[in-house]
């Protein structure tokens, strides 16, 4: 997988187109399990994110994570914010100083950024929340010779998984049992930033071609 700075940069803006189509139906998903902003919240927090690295030119894929990372924490309300923004942070981190970031290298800020996420949500795998798509994005992404293709598909096929998880986490878990039947919004907004790398990708191919 061909990550650079600047389909880095694309990544994020592909992102935030993405949660602005999708924002009625993450809310709504969110409605049935929370507070019921989740996707207003995170389209407003990424039409933030465009206006700060749209314009500006980055030397590496760490920069450029990094000024989204802080504007999502400064931006985004709820428990999306610390969540989304901690995890692009600890990515940032190890992709700093890198103009192009490796296979391997794309991996390990995936597990910095779970470990963020894990950290500040007090939760791990399998308690309905953002982590039961990115644990597996990670997986697949370890096994090397990563194609975007198919951690979007996996990060498809654990987001739906998460309609027959109980929620252990937030204030879903408020609902225990019947909070399963329902996909959960910031799994769905996960697959939605996984879909945007795929976006962002072709869109550089097809720059390249």
Known sequence: MNLTTETAKQWLLAAGRDMQENKGYLSELDQAIGDGDHGHNMARGFAEVEKKIASKTYDDVGSVVKDASM???????????????????????????????????????????????????KSEQ???????????????????????????????????KTEGIEAKKGRAAYLGERSIGHLDPGAYSSYLLFEALVEAIEAGGEANG
């Open 71 to 121: 504007t999502i924490i400064s931006k985004v309300g709820g428990a999306a914010g610390p969540l989304y923004g901690t995890a692009f942070l600890k990515a940032s981190g190890v992709w700093k100083g890198k103009a192009e970031v490796t296979d391997e290298e794309f991996a390990e800020g995936l597990k910095a950024a779970i470990d963020g996420i894990a950290q500040r949500g």
């Open 126 to 160: 399998g308690q309905k929340t953002m982590l039961d798509v990115w644990i597996p994005v990670l997986q697949e992404a370890e096994k090397g010779n990563i194609e975007a293709e198919q951690l979007a598909q996996t990060a498809k096929e654990a987001m739906e």
